[in-house]
């Protein structure tokens, strides 16, 4: 489908009842035809006659009533209206949200020892993994199906799911078939888009994945011409503490701190989300400045 992927899928979501009214004064606009279009405005949509899905309405089209009202349901996203008012064609762009029981977790509360859980949609499992290392067996990733896993307590342990089949992707092409939650307060949530899972974020400490930052670009000079092959230093919000950096989203390798910059001037890092201090100096001038790495918040692509 056209439509970013959203979360909260295993119902389609309603648009409506809204009235067209036209003229002066205005009068209900009976048995006028709303076409339904993707976001490209040229794609038919794929609407329907209720939140189950069951009924799809022919043609991407509904017909006003005689109040001039009409509704649809469709997966969640953004979509186009076509209108024909007086020989003149109307687009209008329009959002339709998930359905009330799509946002709605089934909470539990799950004791590590030794076990294998098997969550279903809909779960929000919370796992004290202190007394030993947790693994989540994911169902395999039908379109809609809504998983939620964070690890509750500071122990090292552990808390890992695993996707039966396809992959788990997080951001910038990150796939694994294996997650695994090592922080306390890290939060796993997954959306299945039929072939894989997608983590699209959490809360608190939100993803085993960190932030990056950039690329920032340097110059100096008159004319002003790249700062290359710059050293720059990252340190936490005090200015003093060198940052832990890293060389990907997924945390895993340590990187280098200080950064260079390249031939263009540029630089980037990735680290956890929060605020630190870059540092580099232009002929024995020092200049410092705060900057704010993002939490990641799933695919934008």
């Avoid at 089209?61 to 969640?76: H, I, K, M, S």
Wanted: glycine fraction near 12%; charged fraction near 10%; include cysteine.
């Amino acid at each position: 489908m056209a439509n970013d992927f959203s979360p909260g899928t295993a119902f389609a979501g309603a648009y409506g009842t809204w009235c067209l009214a036209a003229g002066s004064p205005l009068l209900p606009m009976q048995g006028e035809g709303v076409t339904v279009y993707e976001t490209d405005g040229v794609t038919l949509a794929t609407i329907y006659t209720d939140r189950t899905r069951a009924t799809i309405i022919s043609g991407s089209e509904v017909v006003t009533d005689l109040n001039g009202t009409f509704g649809f349901y469709a997966d969640p996203g953004l979509y186009v209206l076509s209108i024909n008012l007086a020989g003149s064609q109307y687009h209008i762009p329009v959002s339709i949200a998930p359905d009330y029981a799509d946002c709605v977790w089934n909470e539990v509360i799950d004791t590590a020892a030794g076990v294998v859980f098997d969550p279903v949609p809909g779960d929000s499992r919370l796992c004290n993994a202190t007394t030993d290392a947790a693994t989540y067996d994911l169902p395999a990733p039908t379109f809609g199906y809504r998983i939620r896993v964070a690890k509750t307590d500071a122990s090292a342990n552990g808390v890992s799911m695993t996707t039966p089949s396809g992959a788990i992707l997080g951001p910038c092409g990150v796939s694994v078939t294996t997650l695994v939650l090592t922080q306390p307060g890290q939060v796993a949530e997954l959306v299945a888009d039929g072939t894989n899972y997608r983590l699209i974020g959490g809360v608190g400490d939100p993803s085993p994945w960190v932030g990056l930052f950039g690329p920032q670009y340097l110059a100096a000079g008159s004319p002003l011409a790249p700062l290359s092959g710059a050293s720059v230093s990252i340190y936490e919000s005090d200015g003093t503490t060198l940052a832990s950096l890293f060389t990907d989203y997924t945390a895993t390798t340590a990187a280098a701190n200080p950064v260079t910059t390249d031939a263009n001037g540029a630089f980037s890092f990735s680290a956890k989300a929060g605020k630190y201090v870059y540092s580099y100096s232009v002929a024995g001038t020092p200049f410092n400045y705060i900057v704010a790495v993002q939490p990641w918040r799933g695919l934008t692509g």
